[in-house]
Structures are given as C-alpha cells and as structure tokens.
C-alpha cells in the first residue's frame, strides 16, 4: 500500500522516531503547544486546556505521546517520499490535530504491525494508531477510541483477469494478506463457506508487510489480495496512476466486507490517556475536522460521528 511508483518495493520498517511535521510551539514552561493548523484539515486547532489537563502526569512531563504505526499502510500512514522519514496519512494526520487539541505533541515509530501490541504492553508505546481493528481479543490489553468503521476489501489486478466479484469466487484460488491482520482472519473463517458450496479453500499467503502482497499480485503468484477497503481504494487509485490495479465492488458489501470499527489502541497503563484522547477525537468529529482529514484521503464515508470507546461486537 506504498504511494507514489514505490508500493511493489517493500520498505523496511525501521524504528525510525518521527515527530510532528510542524513545529508545535510551546506554552512558556509548558512542554505542550499552542494553538496551530492541522496538517490536513486547514483548520486552526484550539488547545484545550482542560483536556490537557486530564492527561496523565506521565504525559504531560514527557509533553508528547508515544504511537506505534506500521509503515507503509496507505491511505492511513505512508513516507512522504522513499528514502526519507516524515510520515503522512490519514492516522498520522489525524494524530498532529490531536496533539494540537491535547497540547502534546504525538510522535510516531515505526513498527511491524504485528509486534506493535507486544510492543505497547512492554511499555515502549503509549499507543497505536494504525488503522487497528477494534476486536474484543485487542481490547484484552488495549482500550480503543474508535474513528471509523472499515471493512476488508479484495485488490485485484486490472481488467480482473480471474473475473473475481465477491468473496465466494476466492475459493480454490491463492490469496494474499498481511500477517496478524483481520483481514487474514476473515480469510480463515471464509474456508467453511467454500466447503459448504463444495469449493476448494481459499490458498492463503500471508506476508509481513501489504505492500509484499501487492509485489505478489503484481507478479500474478495470488489472484488477489485482501486488504481494508480503504487500503484498497487508494491502493487501486494511486498505484502507477491507477492502472495497476482494481477493486472489486461488491454491492452486498458497499464499505468492505464484515465492516469493523478501527480505533486508536491505547495502553491500559493510562486509563486517563484513553478518556482525553476520546474527548478529544469528539471534539475533532464536532468541528468537522475528522471528516476533512478522511476526505483528503478519499474515505470521507469512514468517518464516524461518535468516537465510542471499545465498540467491537466480536
């Protein structure tokens, strides 16, 4: 899910400390910040000082909040350029209007999506923000602040050669999905429904990164790859100006397929980090700021209108 002519290149996803890419001035002896724009919604964010306030004294000291992502996962968070560290995307835009509401600064790290929750529960993070499922096995040591509400979707290359048009035609073929994700688990648990039509089970192939999924259907060894619908459609639109590949839309499933909230996983260290960043993802829907971020992006529609806490129902 890489931007620009890099998406087939799997980029290494090197613990590399990046932080806002505005300078986020401080407050006198403050180490949190003043007012100042969003990056992408191109609107001034106000701090808010009770919210501020709230947060844990750990918090506050450090004036930044530690986050785990995994890069690249586009539209959600992408390199600005190959080669280079600054961070874009959605999460990673969503997270400089939170820390200018919070009055902390919110730096991101690199990390293989699969040891970010490993990572977190050592202590090392405060929080992911990753376009993370919000599933009640998470919220075992996770509390989510959940955003938006995605489900998974099937890339396919274009002109889809194998006439691929819903979930059922994936029985009997090899299909592509990154390690430890949702969308592998929706892969598994398809198997009992190709046995039931008398289909072959899906051949899946799991890789620790999507964008070596993408290399793998470039290459035509999967039939297709599933991925967040969101993912896909950016995928689908930006890879080598929208000719590499195409999205299967399928009616009975408009916004992907077992449509899920994805949340800002927080660590349950800091209870009081949870409740703040939940006010503060609120305030961000309310001003219409969250909507803006997600339409930069090209998924306006995922935007929620209530940032619910824990709201995974399986």
Not at 51 to 80: E, I, K, N, Q
Request: contains cysteine; glycine residues 8%.
């Amino acid at each position: 899910m890489l931007h620009t002519h890099s998406w087939h290149r799997a980029v290494a996803a090197t613990a590399l400390l990046i932080t806002a890419a505005t300078t986020l001035s401080g407050c006198g002896s403050d180490p949190g910040v003043s007012d100042t724009a969003a990056p992408a919604a191109g609107v001034r964010i106000t701090r808010d000082a009770k919210l501020h306030a709230a947060l844990p004294a750990a918090v506050r000291s450090a004036g930044a909040v530690r986050v785990a992502t995994d890069v690249p996962y586009a539209p959600f968070v992408m390199f600005v350029a190959e080669g280079k560290p600054e961070l874009t995307g959605l999460d990673y835009d969503l997270g400089q209007a939170l820390g200018a509401k919070l009055g902390v600064r919110f730096t991101f790290t690199a990390q293989k999506f699969d040891g970010i929750v490993p990572a977190i529960q050592a202590g090392k993070f405060d929080a992911v923000m990753s376009a993370m499922t919000d599933t009640k096995e998470r919220q075992q040591v996770l509390d989510f602040v959940d955003y938006s509400v995605s489900g998974s979707g099937i890339l396919v290359t274009e002109g889809n050669p194998d006439h691929i048009t819903e979930l059922d035609d994936l029985c009997g073929k090899k299909v592509g999905a990154e390690a430890a994700t949702h969308q592998l688990d929706v892969l598994k648990a398809h198997q009992a429904a190709c046995a039931d039509a008398g289909k072959k089970p899906v051949a899946i192939q799991t890789f620790p990164k999507d964008s070596d999924a993408q290399l793998a259907l470039r290459s035509r060894k999967v039939a297709a790859d599933l991925l967040t619908k969101p993912a896909a459609g950016w995928t689908a639109k930006t890879a080598d100006g929208g000719r590499a590949f195409e999205v299967v839309d399928d009616p009975e499933a408009v916004g992907g397929y077992e449509a899920t909230p994805n949340g800002i996983g927080v660590t349950k260290r800091l209870p009081g980090l949870t409740d703040a960043i939940q006010k503060a993802v609120q305030a961000l829907i309310d001003d219409g700021t969250l909507r803006r971020i997600c339409a930069k992006y090209g998924v306006a529609s995922i935007a929620v209108q209530e940032a619910t806490k824990n709201a995974a129902v399986s």
